[in-house]
């Protein structure tokens, strides 16, 4: 089983950054931002 870089297609906005997991991936949001891709503003 190969794990897939799930940071590829640059899943984060608003300059958050993306650290790929297994099968999965977690944005590190900018202190402004939340929600899974850091699309929810403050």
Do not use: T
């Not at 984060?12 to 503003?41: S, T, Y």
């Amino acid at each position: 089983e190969k794990d897939i870089d799930e940071c590829a297609s640059d899943p984060c906005v608003n300059g958050g950054l993306c650290q790929d997991l297994l099968n999965k991936f977690q944005c590190l949001c900018d202190i402004a931002f939340a929600g899974e891709h850091c699309e929810v503003d403050y």
